[in-house]
């Protein structure tokens, strides 16, 4: 097995993007990856071209938009942002992530100290 | 839910956007690349180590680019659309091939369209009226003509009894009552001093429209308050008299018209498409309350006599209420009401105990077409089945030939990856739409079939409401039939294709003279050339059929004789005038110029009209528990000498026999053998009713048998009256004028009309007939089948020698090379001749041998309804096989004569 890689789920990486968008305001797909490796100290060593099933899926829900405009050294990319939509989304998942993660880290912990 | 819709519609829009957006993904993928690449070069990295970095870390770009478009559109409808391109683009290659199949197609299927237009037609769709699936017949209407007595299954009913079970049978809705028959009345507009024309005009109840639920197109329809006693005349015209015969004149409606003499107000014009309680050739003109029928039908009244059956009856039962629950209190209802009759309408009581009423589902109306065409559509519907099943075969084969030249291309195509299931979708794909092109080319040619099929239907008939345009259910099944034809005519090629090897193929490409398709190949032309042969075998039964009903002795001659039907309003008239009228009459006609003989009688041979009524004889008094009974018809002077019937011993009605004279009768053959066995029967003496009357008639003459309703069964005891010594039943009066003709008699009508309107403008003429064609039009059933059985085997034998003129042909060209070295050896060209041949016919053969055990089940299957032959009549089996083998061996010596042909030099070099 290879060693310790975190296995990214579809819906995480989704989920990842919305906030990244939610944070940062409108990204190309390099910045958006970048952003990711970073956020997660290159935990996350990923092939930077997933990123895009997921911008398709995101954009198909309609929690993103995307339009062509000029990147930061005058380049031509398409430059994600997030809807309203996403926002809501975003807020929703995010506490039911935390739920969760919240359940899952009780139902850990009392596995080990029990 | 809407999350859903939504990545449908963005992928639908993906999808058509094509290949603009995989344009744009792969700017986007290049830009990000770009960045990537300029990062690394800030890390110092040499421009082209910072581009190949770039790429590891992106990953593979066109697995990237496939996924986004695999996720961007709709992936399967793409292979689908590329299937169809590729499909069409094969068809538009070979225009032959695919002309071809579209033509065996479209007959196939156009066969089977037009035989489901008219099952559709005739057997499912319902009546145009609201909610038809509430409606019940009470009774199962099998049952016509009886006036009187007991009715095995309860079906008709007195006006008094309808009255009865109208008010009392809170099951029902409401129950309308209508003539079990439609007669003709003479109606003319009385504005205008325009001929009186016949109607077909329908006595029906005052709720007779809205138990159906129908409406007027204009004006009103009847209401219960038109069918009162007294209340004004008053009758509703159908949508299409009014719009034909009157030309759609709004001043119609409201205006009168004199039916039979009586004023009558026309208050309306019936909803477009409504054409009466049942489905038949010239349905109802008028509606007219059964209130007014003493006064238009003032002969023979039956109106107010509880003991009179004479009307069908059809309810609308609530929902909440089962058929069997209301037929139970029908039935009680209707029993007690006949034993508090007097007489008890001529029921016994243990008769009436065991009556039997059933309720049948009224959706279709009153069953009028049904009853003769239900037997013959499911014939026929067979029949056609089996030949698309032959068209299937013939597709089939081509596509397997077609296959097994492509074999390199498809083995290429599997030894590169292409997934069996793929391969099969794409072969299913073009066959369907070969189908799909064969069933557009079928409706068209359905729609023609069906004008013709129903001209036979409807033999002389005006008009029939049947449309032959197809309607969404024909179109519905004409699709249904053609996908379902493609996906099985294309699943042997695509099989037998799917499973080629590739390695083998690309080894040695088309070196053997074996290959798996020839298996499936013959197994085809075994079945074309079994169904051929039981479709031949069928045609030839019902025409032979056909025949032998149309040219029987029926005991009476057709030639040059013309029947004249006419409604006779004589209820004027005192029966002492009829003499002198009865005698003009016919001294008219028979001067009109070619007439050789004329005669009058009440009714003519198989004109579906019968009148039999119980005789007493004297000196032979009916035994108990017996009934004697016997047809009866009133006739003129020189009717056996008009209609060719032949005098077989004592003397014809004639001249003599006047009212006041001694009363006398002819009898049938079948009449002096039934009751004068062992006897003389010049001399006895017999009456109508019971022993009081036995003294009534004294028999002169004895006729030839002659078939006058069912010319599948013996003719009927019958005994003939004179015209004016006849007094049961009006038979004083005469509907029926015959003729013989000299020359041509087409053009007579004009004369016979102003000939009959100069003596009484009272007399309409129905219609003019000759005699021949009135007997023909009892066979339209008959004829429909043999007719189309025998177009349908003739259709199914042209394709099976198309198919096995292919499969030949295409043996021949595969052998080419195999001949050429025979040839080379010496082998001379009549042995290849009748290799060839020998090839060929052995599938024909082995079709034969499966085809006659299924030729003579299917003949054992028809068997009741062939008259005059067996079902395995040798003539018929023999002359069907020798039609098969004849043309099939015509078939195939077309190619086994170019396989003799082939030059040998050529063929080698051609390997």
């Given at each position: 097995?290879a060693?310790?890689?975190?296995?990214i789920l579809?819906?995480t990486?989704?989920?990842?993007?919305?906030?990244?968008?939610?944070?940062l305001?409108?990204?190309?797909?390099?910045?958006i990856?970048?952003?990711i490796?970073?956020i997660?100290?290159?935990?996350l060593q990923l092939?930077q071209?997933?990123?895009?099933?997921?911008?398709?899926?995101l954009?198909?829900?309609r929690?993103i938009?995307?339009?062509?405009g000029?990147?930061e050294?005058?380049?031509?990319?398409k430059?994600?942002?997030?809807?309203?939509a996403?926002?809501?989304q975003?807020?929703?998942?995010a506490?039911?992530?935390?739920?969760?993660?919240?359940?899952i880290g009780?139902?850990?912990?009392?596995g080990?100290?029990? | 839910?809407l999350g859903?819709?939504?990545?449908?519609v963005?992928?639908?829009?993906?999808?058509l956007?094509?290949?603009?957006a995989?344009?744009?993904?792969?700017?986007?993928?290049?830009s990000h690349?770009?960045m990537?690449?300029?990062?690394?070069m800030?890390?110092g990295?040499?421009?082209?180590?910072?581009?190949?970095?770039?790429?590891?870390?992106?990953?593979?770009?066109?697995?990237?680019?496939?996924?986004?478009?695999?996720?961007?559109?709709?992936?399967?409808l793409?292979?689908?659309?590329?299937?169809?391109?590729?499909?069409?683009?094969?068809?538009r290659?070979?225009?032959?091939?695919?002309?071809?199949?579209v033509?065996?197609?479209?007959?196939?299927i156009?066969a089977?369209?037009a035989?489901f237009?008219l099952v559709h037609?005739v057997l499912?769709?319902?009546?145009?009226?609201?909610?038809?699936?509430?409606?019940y017949?009470?009774g199962?209407?099998?049952?016509?003509?009886?006036?009187?007595?007991?009715?095995?299954?309860f079906?008709l009913?007195?006006y008094?009894?309808y009255?009865?079970?109208?008010?009392?049978?809170?099951?029902?809705?409401?129950i309308?009552?209508?003539?079990?028959?439609v007669?003709r009345?003479s109606?003319?507009r009385?504005?205008?001093d325009?001929?009186?024309?016949?109607?077909?005009?329908?006595?029906?109840?005052?709720?007779?429209?809205?138990?159906f639920?129908v409406?007027?197109?204009?004006?009103?329809?009847?209401?219960?308050?038109?069918?009162e006693?007294?209340a004004?005349?008053?009758?509703?015209?159908s949508y299409?008299?009014?719009?034909v015969?009157?030309a759609?004149d709004?001043?119609?409606i409201g205006s009168?018209?004199i039916?039979?003499?009586?004023?009558?107000?026309?208050?309306?014009?019936?909803?477009?498409?409504?054409?009466?309680?049942?489905?038949v050739?010239?349905?109802?003109e008028?509606?007219?309350?059964?209130?007014?029928e003493?006064k238009?039908?003032?002969i023979?009244?039956?109106?107010?006599?509880?003991?009179?059956?004479?009307l069908?009856?059809?309810?609308?039962?609530?929902?909440e209420?089962?058929?069997?629950?209301?037929?139970?209190r029908?039935?009680?209802?209707?029993?007690?009401w006949?034993a508090?009759?007097?007489?008890?309408?001529?029921y016994?009581?243990?008769?009436?105990?065991k009556?039997?009423?059933t309720?049948?589902?009224?959706?279709?109306?009153?069953?009028?077409?049904?009853m003769?065409?239900?037997?013959p559509?499911?014939?026929?519907t067979?029949?056609s089945?089996?030949?698309?099943?032959i068209?299937?075969?013939?597709?089939?084969?081509?596509?397997?030939?077609?296959?097994?030249?492509?074999?390199g291309?498809i083995?290429?195509?599997?030894?590169?990856?292409?997934s069996r299931?793929?391969l099969v979708?794409?072969v299913v794909?073009e066959?369907v739409?070969?189908?799909?092109?064969?069933?557009?080319?079928g409706?068209?040619?359905a729609?023609l079939?069906?004008?013709?099929i129903l001209?036979?239907v409807?033999?002389g008939?005006?008009?029939?409401p049947i449309?032959?345009?197809?309607?969404i259910?024909?179109?519905?099944?004409?699709?249904a039939?053609?996908?379902a034809t493609g996906?099985?005519?294309?699943?042997?090629?695509a099989?037998a294709g799917s499973?080629a090897?590739?390695a083998?193929?690309?080894?040695?490409?088309?070196?053997?003279?074996?290959?798996?398709?020839?298996?499936p190949q013959?197994?085809l032309?075994?079945?074309?050339a079994?169904l051929?042969?039981?479709?031949?075998v069928?045609?030839g039964?019902?025409?032979?059929?056909?025949?032998?009903?149309?040219n029987?002795?029926?005991g009476f001659?057709?030639?040059?004789?013309?029947?004249?039907?006419?409604d006779?309003?004589l209820g004027?008239?005192?029966?002492?005038r009829?003499?002198?009228?009865?005698?003009e009459?016919?001294?008219?006609?028979?001067?009109?110029?070619?007439?050789?003989?004329a005669?009058?009688?009440?009714?003519?041979?198989m004109?579906?009209?019968?009148?039999a009524d119980?005789?007493?004889?004297?000196?032979h008094p009916?035994?108990?528990?017996?009934?004697f009974?016997?047809?009866?018809?009133?006739?003129?002077a020189r009717?056996?000498e008009?209609i060719?019937?032949?005098?077989?011993?004592?003397?014809?009605?004639d001249?003599r026999?006047?009212?006041?004279?001694?009363h006398v009768?002819?009898?049938?053959e079948?009449?002096?053998r039934?009751?004068f066995?062992?006897e003389?029967?010049?001399?006895?003496?017999f009456?109508?009713?019971?022993?009081t009357?036995?003294?009534?008639?004294?028999?002169?003459?004895?006729v030839?048998?002659?078939?006058?309703?069912?010319?599948r069964?013996?003719?009927?005891?019958?005994a003939?009256?004179?015209?004016?010594?006849?007094?049961?039943?009006n038979?004083?009066i005469?509907?029926?004028?015959?003729?013989?003709v000299a020359?041509?008699a087409?053009?007579l009508?004009?004369?016979?009309?102003?000939?009959?309107a100069?003596?009484?403008?009272?007399?309409?003429?129905?219609?003019?007939?000759r005699?021949?064609?009135?007997?023909?039009?009892n066979?339209?059933?008959?004829r429909l089948?043999?007719?189309?059985?025998?177009l349908?085997?003739?259709?199914?034998l042209a394709?099976?020698?198309?198919?096995?003129?292919?499969?030949?042909?295409y043996?021949?060209t595969?052998?080419t090379?195999e001949?050429?070295?025979?040839?080379?050896?010496?082998?001379p060209?009549?042995?290849i001749?009748?290799?060839m041949?020998?090839?060929a016919?052995?599938?024909?053969m082995?079709?034969?041998l499966v085809g006659l055990?299924?030729?003579?089940?299917?003949?054992?299957?028809?068997a009741?309804?062939?008259?005059?032959l067996k079902?395995?009549?040798s003539?018929?089996l023999?002359?069907?096989v020798?039609?098969?083998?004849a043309?099939?061996i015509?078939?195939?010596?077309?190619?086994?004569?170019r396989?003799a042909?082939?030059d040998?030099m050529?063929a080698?070099?051609?390997?």
């Amino acid at each position: 097995m290879a060693e310790d890689k975190p296995v990214i789920l579809q819906g995480t990486l989704d989920l990842m993007v919305l906030k990244t968008l939610e944070t940062l305001g409108p990204l190309h797909g390099y910045g958006i990856a970048r952003r990711i490796e970073q956020i997660s100290e290159d935990a996350l060593q990923l092939n930077q071209g997933t990123i895009y099933p997921s911008l398709t899926r995101l954009l198909q829900k309609r929690w993103i938009s995307a339009a062509w405009g000029a990147s930061e050294n005058n380049r031509k990319a398409k430059f994600y942002s997030i809807t309203k939509a996403g926002r809501k989304q975003l807020a929703h998942e995010a506490r039911s992530w935390e739920r969760i993660s919240g359940v899952i880290g009780r139902v850990l912990r009392t596995g080990t100290s029990g | 839910m809407l999350g859903w819709l939504r990545i449908v519609v963005a992928r639908i829009r993906g999808w058509l956007s094509g290949r603009h957006a995989d344009e744009e993904f792969a700017r986007e993928l290049e830009s990000h690349l770009e960045m990537l690449a300029q990062e690394n070069m800030r890390r110092g990295m040499a421009p082209e180590e910072a581009r190949r970095t770039a790429r590891m870390r992106l990953g593979g770009m066109t697995q990237i680019s496939e996924q986004h478009r695999e996720m961007h559109t709709l992936p399967l409808l793409e292979t689908l659309v590329q299937d169809i391109r590729y499909g069409l683009r094969t068809l538009r290659k070979s225009p032959g091939f695919t002309s071809v199949a579209v033509l065996t197609l479209a007959l196939g299927i156009g066969a089977n369209t037009a035989i489901f237009t008219l099952v559709h037609a005739v057997l499912l769709k319902p009546l145009p009226v609201a909610y038809p699936e509430q409606l019940y017949n009470l009774g199962d209407d099998q049952n016509c003509c009886s006036l009187g007595g007991s009715q095995d299954s309860f079906t008709l009913f007195s006006y008094p009894l309808y009255k009865e079970i109208r008010d009392h049978t809170p099951e029902f809705s409401e129950i309308a009552a209508f003539r079990s028959h439609v007669p003709r009345l003479s109606v003319r507009r009385s504005t205008s001093d325009s001929f009186a024309e016949p109607f077909r005009s329908q006595f029906v109840s005052g709720n007779y429209f809205s138990m159906f639920g129908v409406g007027a197109f204009a004006g009103r329809t009847l209401t219960p308050a038109d069918d009162e006693p007294g209340a004004p005349n008053v009758a509703v015209m159908s949508y299409r008299t009014w719009q034909v015969r009157f030309a759609a004149d709004p001043s119609v409606i409201g205006s009168q018209m004199i039916i039979d003499r009586q004023p009558v107000t026309v208050v309306g014009v019936a909803a477009p498409s409504f054409f009466g309680e049942r489905l038949v050739g010239d349905p109802a003109e008028l509606w007219v309350p059964l209130a007014s029928e003493p006064k238009l039908m003032p002969i023979g009244t039956h109106l107010n006599d509880s003991d009179d059956y004479w009307l069908y009856a059809i309810g609308r039962l609530r929902p909440e209420v089962t058929p069997i629950q209301a037929q139970a209190r029908l039935k009680s209802e209707i029993q007690q009401w006949i034993a508090a009759r007097p007489k008890m309408s001529g029921y016994r009581p243990d008769e009436l105990e065991k009556m039997v009423l059933t309720l049948t589902p009224a959706s279709g109306g009153v069953r009028g077409l049904q009853m003769d065409y239900a037997e013959p559509l499911r014939f026929l519907t067979v029949v056609s089945a089996f030949v698309l099943l032959i068209a299937c075969a013939n597709i089939a084969n081509l596509l397997l030939a077609r296959c097994t030249a492509s074999r390199g291309e498809i083995a290429v195509r599997v030894a590169l990856g292409a997934s069996r299931g793929r391969l099969v979708q794409q072969v299913v794909t073009e066959s369907v739409l070969l189908a799909l092109a064969g069933g557009a080319a079928g409706v068209g040619l359905a729609f023609l079939g069906t004008r013709v099929i129903l001209l036979l239907v409807f033999r002389g008939a005006e008009y029939v409401p049947i449309e032959a345009s197809p309607s969404i259910p024909v179109l519905a099944f004409a699709f249904a039939l053609s996908v379902a034809t493609g996906v099985i005519f294309g699943m042997a090629p695509a099989w037998a294709g799917s499973h080629a090897r590739p390695a083998e193929t690309l080894r040695g490409a088309g070196r053997s003279t074996t290959d798996r398709s020839r298996v499936p190949q013959r197994a085809l032309l075994v079945l074309q050339a079994a169904l051929s042969l039981v479709l031949l075998v069928g045609a030839g039964l019902a025409t032979e059929s056909l025949r032998n009903l149309e040219n029987q002795r029926f005991g009476f001659k057709t030639a040059g004789r013309l029947v004249v039907r006419v409604d006779s309003d004589l209820g004027g008239y005192a029966p002492e005038r009829l003499p002198s009228l009865y005698q003009e009459l016919q001294e008219r006609l028979r001067a009109i110029p070619g007439v050789q003989s004329a005669s009058l009688s009440m009714y003519s041979p198989m004109e579906r009209s019968n009148w039999a009524d119980p005789i007493s004889i004297a000196g032979h008094p009916t035994p108990p528990g017996q009934v004697f009974a016997s047809s009866l018809n009133s006739v003129s002077a020189r009717y056996f000498e008009t209609i060719g019937t032949r005098l077989v011993r004592g003397r014809v009605i004639d001249e003599r026999d006047m009212p006041t004279s001694r009363h006398v009768a002819v009898i049938s053959e079948a009449f002096a053998r039934k009751y004068f066995p062992n006897e003389e029967a010049l001399g006895q003496h017999f009456g109508i009713g019971d022993a009081t009357h036995a003294g009534d008639y004294e028999i002169v003459g004895i006729v030839e048998d002659a078939k006058y309703i069912d010319a599948r069964e013996a003719a009927y005891v019958t005994a003939f009256l004179p015209l004016l010594q006849a007094r049961e039943n009006n038979s004083n009066i005469f509907h029926d004028i015959q003729l013989l003709v000299a020359g041509p008699a087409e053009n007579l009508g004009p004369v016979i009309r102003r000939e009959l309107a100069s003596v009484d403008s009272n007399l309409t003429v129905i219609r003019v007939t000759r005699f021949d064609e009135q007997v023909a039009e009892n066979f339209n059933s008959e004829r429909l089948v043999a007719r189309l059985t025998t177009l349908y085997g003739l259709l199914a034998l042209a394709l099976a020698c198309v198919g096995l003129y292919g499969v030949a042909a295409y043996t021949v060209t595969r052998r080419t090379s195999e001949i050429g070295v025979r040839m080379a050896l010496g082998a001379p060209s009549g042995s290849i001749l009748a290799m060839m041949l020998r090839v060929a016919m052995a599938p024909v053969m082995l079709g034969l041998l499966v085809g006659l055990p299924l030729a003579l089940a299917g003949g054992r299957a028809i068997a009741s309804q062939l008259y005059g032959l067996k079902s395995y009549d040798s003539v018929v089996l023999g002359t069907a096989v020798l039609v098969l083998l004849a043309s099939s061996i015509l078939a195939a010596l077309i190619p086994a004569r170019r396989a003799a042909r082939i030059d040998p030099m050529t063929a080698l070099r051609y390997e």
